[in-house]
C-alpha cells in the first residue's frame, strides 16, 4: 500500500469526478457539498461518505453492522431489505409502541407495550388481540380446523350467524364434530344469559327437543331402542279434514294434552263421523284443546279412544284398496262386543272362521273346529284364570271337551315359560320327561348357515353355541361346533358351582386361576389342593421317542422340545449346524470362567440355601444365559425379575475345562522330560 495519499477537489455543487479524472485509490472531494469519492479496483467511481447529516449507498450497496456483517440494511433497486444474516434474532424495540405503517401513514400493524397488537386492513382493524383472547371484525376463512381449547368462540352482530359452505363439485358432506360429551344448541338473550336448551344430541346418539323453558325435554329419539319418545305433558296430533277419506288437507297439531287424530269422514269404511284419538278428553264444549266432534266429553284419564259418535253405531276394520271391495274383518259393537271373522259377536270376545264360531264359553281359547264332525278336535289356546294369578297355557287333546285338554306349555302373568312343566324356577323352563337322548333338538338344512343358538344380557353382549354347516367358514369352518363368546368377554367353564378353566379375550387360558395372572402367559395353572402335578402329559407309543412339548418361533420353525422315550425325558434346544454360521473356537474360556462369582445364598421365598449366580453378575460375563434387565419393572411399577439358564454355561466350562487340561498335559510332559 502507497504511503501518500493524494486527493483532488472541486468546490462546484453536486460535481463529481469522473473515471478518467481519478486513479485506482485516489482520493476526490467536492468541499461545496462535503462528499468523497474513489475509484474501486474495477475502474468505477463509488461515493464512499457524505456531510454528517446524511449518508448515500448505491443500489445494492450494504451498510453492515456486526463483527461478521450480521445485519445488513440496503437497496436492490427493486425493494429495501433489512437482513439479518449472523448470530442471534432480529429484534426491534419501541419504547411504548411498535408501528409499521406505509408511506402515506397508513397502519399495517400496532403493537402497544403490555397490551394489544392490531392488524390492519385498509386502516381498519380486523384482528386484535386482548386480555381473554383474539378479537376479529369480519368474516373467518379457514380452509382448516378451528379449535378452542377450553374456551369459547364468540360471534356477535345483530344478526350473527355460522355460514358452512361445501364450495366443490364432489357433495361431500358438511359436519359438526364434538369429541365428547354432549352437543347442545341453547338461546341466550343479549346481555348472555342463558334462555336454556333447544335441542340436546347425547355421545349415545339420543336426540331430545326442549319446551319453551329449555329445562324438560319433550320429545326424545332414543337411539339404542331405536323408537320416538312424546312427554305425556306434550302433544301431537294429525286432522284429517277432508270428507273423501284422503288425507287432503292432513295437518300435525300442537296441544296442551298429549296428541290424537281426528277425522271428519261423511261417507266410506268408516261411518258415523269416526273419531280416532289419544288424549284426555276436555270436557268443556268448545274450548281450544278440545279437537274431538263429541258434543259432550267426559273422558277424566288419558286413553287411546275409537269413537264413534253416532248412538247405535259399530267401528268396523275393512280390507281392500276401494270402497267397491270393500272386506270387513273386524267390528267392535256398541254394546263392546269384538267380532273377528264375523258381523254379529254375540260374546266380548268372538273369533269365527268360515262361519263356525271358535269361542269357548268358560276359557278364552282358539281352538280348531272340524266341521265335518260338528265338534271341537286337537289343538287348543287356553287363558286360565285361577285366583288372582293369569297364566296362558298351550294344550292338546285328542277329543276336546271343557277340562280334559292335556297342558305343555305354559306363560305366567309374570312372563316365565314352561315347556313340559307347569312349575317354573326360571324365566325359561324346558323340561322332558320322555327317555329321549337330547331335551332339545336344533337343525340347519341350510350348508352355509348353522344350528344353535346365540344369547344376549342387557347391554348387547352375546355367546354362541354353534354347529356350523357343511359350507360355513365362519369360526372354526366347515362342519365345526363352536362354543364361545360374541363379544370381548372371557368364556369360563365352571365345575360344582366354581370356576375352573377361562379363556380370556385374547385367547389366554386360565386353570384353577380366576384371579389376573402373576405371568402374562397364554397358560396359566394354579394348584388350589394337592394334586400329584400341574400337568400330566402321557405318551402310549415307547418305540420311539416322541415329542411332548415343542417350541416355536415366529416363522413356524421348531426351536426346541421337551421328548420321552418312555424311559427318560430330555429337554432340547436348537442346534443343528445347518441353523448355524460363522462358528469359532470358544476363546479365553479359563479367563472368562475365572470371572464368574457362583456363590451360597438363600430364597426370600422359602428361605432354602442354594448354588448358584446373581443374574445381572452373571450376563457381564455369559450374556446368552440371562433373560432380562437388572431392576426391571412393569408398566404397574411391579418386578419384572431376571433369570438364567445354567445350560448356557456348558460350553464355556467345557472350553475351560480343555484349556486346563491342555496346560495339565503340558505341565506333565515337562516333568517327563525332566524325569521329574
Same mark, same amino acid.
Given at each position: 500500500?502507497?504511503?501518500?495519499?493524494?486527493?483532488?477537489?472541486?468546490?462546484? =455543487?453536486?460535481?463529481?469526478?469522473?473515471?478518467?479524472?481519478?486513479?485506482?485509490?485516489?482520493?476526490?472531494?467536492?468541499?461545496?457539498?462535503?462528499?468523497?469519492?474513489? #475509484?474501486?479496483?474495477?475502474?468505477?467511481?463509488?461515493?464512499?461518505? +457524505?456531510?454528517?447529516?446524511?449518508?448515500?449507498?448505491?443500489?445494492?450497496?450494504?451498510?453492515?453492522?456486526?463483527?461478521?456483517?450480521?445485519?445488513? &440494511?440496503?437497496?436492490?433497486?427493486?425493494?429495501?431489505?433489512?437482513?439479518?444474516?449472523?448470530?442471534?434474532?432480529?429484534?426491534?424495540?419501541?419504547?411504548?409502541?411498535?408501528?409499521?405503517?406505509?408511506?402515506?401513514?397508513?397502519?399495517?400493524?400496532?403493537?402497544?407495550?403490555?397490551?394489544?397488537?392490531?392488524?390492519?386492513?385498509?386502516?381498519?382493524?380486523?384482528?386484535?388481540?386482548?386480555?381473554?383472547?383474539?378479537?376479529?371484525?369480519?368474516?373467518?376463512?379457514?380452509?382448516?380446523?378451528?379449535?378452542?381449547?377450553?374456551?369459547?368462540?364468540?360471534?356477535?352482530?345483530?344478526?350473527?350467524?355460522?355460514?358452512?359452505?361445501?364450495?366443490?363439485?364432489?357433495?361431500?358432506?358438511?359436519?359438526?364434530?364434538?369429541?365428547?360429551?354432549?352437543? &347442545?344448541?341453547?338461546?341466550?338473550?343479549?346481555?348472555?344469559? =342463558?334462555?336454556?336448551?333447544?335441542?340436546?344430541?347425547?355421545?349415545?346418539?339420543?336426540?331430545?327437543?326442549?319446551?319453551?323453558?329449555?329445562?324438560?325435554?319433550?320429545?326424545?329419539?332414543?337411539?339404542?331402542?331405536?323408537?320416538?319418545?312424546?312427554?305425556?305433558?306434550?302433544?301431537?296430533?294429525? *286432522?284429517?279434514?277432508?270428507?273423501?277419506?284422503?288425507?287432503?288437507?292432513?295437518?300435525?297439531?300442537?296441544?296442551?294434552?298429549? =296428541?290424537?287424530?281426528?277425522?271428519?269422514?261423511?261417507?266410506?269404511?268408516?261411518?258415523?263421523?269416526? $273419531?280416532?284419538?289419544?288424549?284426555?278428553?276436555?270436557?268443556?264444549?268448545?274450548?281450544?284443546?278440545?279437537?274431538?266432534?263429541?258434543?259432550?266429553?267426559?273422558?277424566?284419564?288419558?286413553?287411546?279412544?275409537? &269413537?264413534?259418535?253416532?248412538?247405535?253405531?259399530?267401528?268396523?276394520?275393512?280390507? #281392500?284398496?276401494?270402497?267397491?271391495?270393500?272386506?270387513?274383518?273386524?267390528?267392535?259393537?256398541?254394546?263392546?262386543?269384538?267380532?273377528?271373522?264375523?258381523?254379529?259377536?254375540? %260374546?266380548?270376545? $268372538?273369533?269365527?272362521?268360515?262361519?263356525?264360531?271358535?269361542?269357548? #264359553?268358560?276359557?278364552?281359547?282358539?281352538?280348531?273346529?272340524?266341521?265335518?264332525?260338528?265338534?271341537?278336535?286337537? +289343538?287348543?289356546?287356553?287363558?286360565?284364570?285361577?285366583?288372582?294369578?293369569?297364566?296362558?297355557?298351550?294344550? $292338546?287333546?285328542?277329543?276336546?271337551?271343557?277340562?280334559?285338554? +292335556?297342558?305343555?306349555?305354559?306363560?305366567?302373568?309374570?312372563?316365565?315359560?314352561?315347556?313340559?312343566?307347569?312349575?317354573?324356577?326360571?324365566?325359561?323352563?324346558?323340561?322332558?320327561?320322555?327317555?329321549?337322548? *337330547?331335551?332339545?333338538?336344533?337343525?340347519?338344512?341350510?350348508?352355509?348357515?348353522?344350528?344353535?343358538?346365540?344369547?344376549?344380557?342387557?347391554?348387547?353382549?352375546?355367546?354362541?353355541?354353534?354347529?356350523?354347516?357343511?359350507?360355513?367358514?365362519?369360526?372354526?369352518?366347515?362342519?365345526?361346533?363352536?362354543?364361545?363368546?360374541?363379544?370381548?368377554? !372371557?368364556?369360563? @367353564?365352571?365345575?360344582?358351582?366354581? #370356576?375352573?378353566?377361562?379363556?380370556?379375550?385374547?385367547?389366554?387360558?386360565?386353570?384353577?386361576?380366576?384371579?389376573?395372572?402373576? @405371568?402374562?402367559?397364554?397358560?396359566?395353572? *394354579?394348584?388350589?389342593?394337592?394334586?400329584?402335578?400341574?400337568?400330566?402329559?402321557?405318551? %402310549?407309543?415307547?418305540?420311539?421317542?416322541?415329542?411332548?412339548?415343542?417350541?416355536?418361533?415366529?416363522?413356524?420353525?421348531?426351536?426346541?422340545?421337551?421328548?420321552?422315550?418312555?424311559?427318560?425325558?430330555?429337554?432340547?434346544?436348537?442346534?443343528?449346524?445347518?441353523?448355524?454360521?460363522?462358528?469359532?473356537?470358544?476363546?479365553?474360556?479359563?479367563?472368562?470362567?475365572?470371572?464368574?462369582? !457362583?456363590?451360597?445364598?438363600?430364597?426370600?421365598?422359602?428361605?432354602?440355601?442354594?448354588?448358584?449366580?446373581?443374574?445381572?453378575?452373571?450376563?457381564?460375563?455369559?450374556?446368552?444365559?440371562?433373560?432380562?434387565?437388572?431392576?426391571?419393572?412393569?408398566?404397574?411399577?411391579?418386578?419384572?425379575?431376571?433369570?438364567?439358564?445354567?445350560?448356557?454355561?456348558?460350553?464355556?466350562?467345557?472350553?475351560?475345562? *480343555?484349556?486346563?487340561?491342555?496346560?495339565?498335559?503340558?505341565?506333565?510332559?515337562?516333568?517327563?522330560?525332566?524325569?521329574?
Amino acid at each position: 500500500m502507497a504511503n501518500t495519499i493524494i486527493t483532488k477537489n472541486s468546490a462546484t =455543487a453536486t460535481a463529481a469526478p469522473t473515471a478518467g479524472q481519478l486513479v485506482q485509490g485516489e482520493l476526490a472531494v467536492n468541499v461545496t457539498d462535503k462528499r468523497l469519492f474513489t #475509484e474501486n479496483s474495477g475502474g468505477t467511481v463509488v461515493e464512499l461518505g +457524505t456531510n454528517p447529516s446524511q449518508l448515500n449507498f448505491a443500489d445494492n450497496a450494504k451498510a453492515n453492522f456486526g463483527a461478521g456483517s450480521d445485519l445488513q &440494511i440496503y437497496h436492490d433497486g427493486a425493494k429495501s431489505v433489512i437482513e439479518d444474516q449472523g448470530t442471534g434474532n432480529l429484534v426491534i424495540r419501541g419504547s411504548s409502541q411498535l408501528i409499521l405503517e406505509s408511506s402515506s401513514g397508513a397502519n399495517y400493524l400496532l403493537a402497544n407495550d403490555g397490551s394489544d397488537v392490531k392488524l390492519y386492513y385498509n386502516t381498519s382493524v380486523k384482528f386484535a388481540t386482548i386480555d381473554t383472547g383474539i378479537d376479529v371484525t369480519g368474516d373467518v376463512v379457514a380452509s382448516g380446523d378451528i379449535s378452542a381449547n377450553g374456551g369459547d368462540v364468540d360471534i356477535t352482530g345483530a344478526q350473527p350467524r355460522i355460514n358452512l359452505h361445501e364450495n366443490d363439485t364432489t357433495d361431500l358432506d358438511v359436519t359438526l364434530r364434538l369429541n365428547a360429551g354432549d352437543f &347442545i344448541i341453547e338461546t341466550r338473550s343479549d346481555a348472555g344469559t =342463558a334462555l336454556g336448551d333447544r335441542i340436546r344430541a347425547a355421545s349415545n346418539g339420543d336426540i331430545s327437543f326442549f319446551e319453551d323453558t329449555g329445562t324438560t325435554a319433550k320429545m326424545v329419539w332414543d337411539a339404542s331402542d331405536e323408537s320416538l319418545l312424546l312427554s305425556k305433558s306434550g302433544g301431537l296430533g294429525l *286432522q284429517v279434514g277432508a270428507n273423501d277419506g284422503s288425507l287432503a288437507g292432513a295437518e300435525f297439531r300442537y296441544s296442551t294434552i298429549p =296428541a290424537y287424530i281426528t277425522s271428519s269422514v261423511a261417507s266410506g269404511p268408516i261411518t258415523g263421523h269416526a $273419531t280416532f284419538s289419544l288424549n284426555q278428553y276436555d270436557n268443556t264444549e268448545g274450548t281450544a284443546d278440545s279437537w274431538s266432534s263429541r258434543s259432550n266429553g267426559a273422558y277424566n284419564s288419558a286413553a287411546v279412544q275409537l &269413537i264413534s259418535t253416532t248412538g247405535g253405531s259399530a267401528i268396523r276394520f275393512f280390507t #281392500e284398496a276401494n270402497e267397491a271391495g270393500i272386506d270387513q274383518k273386524m267390528v267392535i259393537t256398541s254394546a263392546g262386543n269384538v267380532g273377528i271373522g264375523t258381523a254379529s259377536p254375540k %260374546t266380548t270376545l $268372538t273369533v269365527q272362521n268360515g262361519g263356525v264360531t271358535g269361542l269357548s #264359553e268358560t276359557t278364552f281359547a282358539w281352538q280348531h273346529y272340524q266341521q265335518a264332525a260338528s265338534a271341537y278336535t286337537a +289343538t287348543a289356546i287356553q287363558s286360565v284364570i285361577s285366583g288372582a294369578s293369569a297364566s296362558l297355557t298351550f294344550s $292338546t287333546a285328542a277329543n276336546w271337551t271343557n277340562g280334559n285338554a +292335556t297342558e305343555h306349555m305354559r306363560i305366567t302373568s309374570a312372563g316365565s315359560v314352561g315347556i313340559g312343566t307347569s312349575s317354573m324356577t326360571r324365566f325359561f323352563n324346558l323340561y322332558d320327561t320322555t327317555a329321549n337322548a *337330547q331335551t332339545a333338538y336344533f337343525k340347519s338344512t341350510n350348508a352355509s348357515g348353522g344350528a344353535g343358538l346365540i344369547a344376549y344380557n342387557n347391554t348387547g353382549q352375546a355367546a354362541t353355541f354353534q354347529l356350523n354347516g357343511s359350507s360355513n367358514t365362519a369360526y372354526g369352518g366347515a362342519n365345526s361346533v363352536n362354543i364361545g363368546s360374541l363379544t370381548n368377554n !372371557p368364556v369360563v @367353564f365352571i365345575v360344582n358351582n366354581t #370356576e375352573r378353566v377361562r379363556i380370556d379375550s385374547g385367547g389366554g387360558v386360565r386353570i384353577n386361576n380366576t384371579a389376573n395372572a402373576t @405371568f402374562a402367559a397364554q397358560l396359566n395353572t *394354579q394348584f388350589t389342593t394337592a394334586q400329584n402335578c400341574g400337568l400330566y402329559l402321557k405318551v %402310549t407309543n415307547t418305540s420311539s421317542s416322541q415329542s411332548m412339548i415343542i417350541f416355536g418361533n415366529t416363522t413356524g420353525d421348531g426351536v426346541g422340545s421337551i421328548t420321552t422315550n418312555g424311559s427318560s425325558t430330555s429337554y432340547n434346544t436348537s442346534s443343528d449346524y445347518r441353523l448355524k454360521e460363522g462358528w469359532v473356537a470358544v476363546a479365553d474360556a479359563s479367563t472368562r470362567v475365572n470371572a464368574l462369582k !457362583p456363590i451360597n445364598f438363600a430364597w426370600i421365598a422359602n428361605g432354602a440355601r442354594v448354588d448358584g449366580f446373581l443374574a445381572h453378575e452373571l450376563a457381564g460375563v455369559v450374556p446368552e444365559a440371562v433373560t432380562g434387565e437388572k431392576d426391571a419393572v412393569d408398566a404397574e411399577g411391579n418386578p419384572v425379575y431376571q433369570g438364567i439358564d445354567q445350560s448356557k454355561l456348558v460350553p464355556l466350562l467345557t472350553a475351560a475345562l *480343555q484349556e486346563a487340561l491342555a496346560e495339565i498335559n503340558a505341565l506333565k510332559a515337562r516333568l517327563d522330560a525332566a524325569n521329574i
